[in-house]
């Protein structure tokens, strides 16, 4: 039985949460493109803390789901075929 497979609620949990996180940014980013200043008009050049969290999340997001993914990559020991002279 392959590593994958044994943890599958793990990995399941996890691309759930790189999804959340994902979500997280997107919500950010929306925030920052849609920030207002004091008059109700759009700024651009304000809510720039919005636009840092929304590139930090989707860094983090993308290295945890490298992460995640490598599982489907790992050797598993228990499959291997041991031949002997």
Do not use: E, P, R
Not at 45 to 57: D, V, Y
């Amino acid at each position: 039985m392959s590593y994958a497979k044994k943890n599958s609620a793990k990995i399941a949990a996890s691309i759930i949460g790189v999804v959340l996180i994902l979500l997280l940014a997107m919500w950010q980013f929306y925030l920052f493109v849609t920030f207002k200043d004091q008059n109700g008009l759009l700024d651009v050049q304000g809510g720039t803390n919005h636009l840092w969290w929304a590139i930090a999340m989707a860094l983090f997001a993308c290295l945890a789901s490298f992460f995640v993914f490598s599982v489907f990559v790992q050797h598993d020991t228990d499959d291997d075929l041991h031949i002997t002279s």
